[in-house]
């Protein structure tokens, strides 16, 4: 894989939509990982069009900030964009430990895989797939 790529971020970020949507029906006992993997699905779609406009590719998990990256370059981000990275930004770091709060709520899966793909529409149709 070619992390220059921006077809490589996006099929890891299709593996990690695919696994929460399979976890969802399979899994619904694991909520914390359904949405650690929409978090990931939901970076990597942005990822991949930081890649496609050729800008620097920062190591971050925050989706504000990478839409704030793309905002001079992607004049279709609006504040709809940002209302969906606040839904699963949450999920990126802090999920995969234990937490006093419990996990996920159903509410809080759909939320997420809904954000998901938010923005595996969005990467789809700014890269004309």
Same mark, same amino acid.
């Given at each position: 894989?070619?992390?220059? *790529?921006? %077809?490589?971020?996006? #099929?890891?970020? =299709?593996r *990690?939509? %695919?696994? $929460?949507?399979?976890?969802?029906? @399979?899994?619904?006992?694991?909520?914390? #990982?359904?949405?650690? @993997?929409?978090?990931? !699905? !939901?970076?990597?779609?942005?990822? $991949? #069009? /930081?890649?496609?406009?050729? &800008?620097p #590719?920062?190591? +971050? @998990?925050?989706?504000?900030?990478?839409?704030? &990256?793309?905002?001079?370059? =992607?004049? +279709?981000?609006?504040?709809?964009?940002?209302?969906?990275?606040?839904? /699963?930004?949450?999920y990126?770091?802090?999920?995969?430990?234990?937490?006093?709060?419990? *996990?996920? +709520? =159903?509410?809080?899966?759909? @939320? $997420?895989?809904?954000?998901?793909?938010?923005?595996? %529409?969005? $990467?789809?149709?700014? &890269?004309?797939?």
């Amino acid at each position: 894989m070619n992390p220059n *790529d921006p %077809n490589d971020w996006l #099929l890891k970020a =299709e593996r *990690d939509l %695919n696994l $929460a949507q399979i976890a969802q029906i @399979h899994a619904p006992e694991s909520s914390d #990982l359904i949405c650690y @993997h929409c978090q990931q !699905a !939901a970076e990597k779609y942005l990822k $991949a #069009l /930081v890649v496609h406009y050729k &800008l620097p #590719l920062r190591k +971050t @998990h925050d989706l504000e900030e990478l839409l704030d &990256l793309l905002l001079p370059v =992607e004049p +279709t981000i609006d504040d709809s964009h940002f209302h969906e990275a606040i839904k /699963v930004k949450i999920y990126a770091i802090g999920i995969r430990y234990p937490d006093p709060a419990g *996990d996920p +709520t =159903e509410a809080d899966v759909l @939320h $997420a895989l809904a954000a998901a793909e938010f923005f595996r %529409n969005f $990467a789809k149709i700014v &890269l004309g797939i």
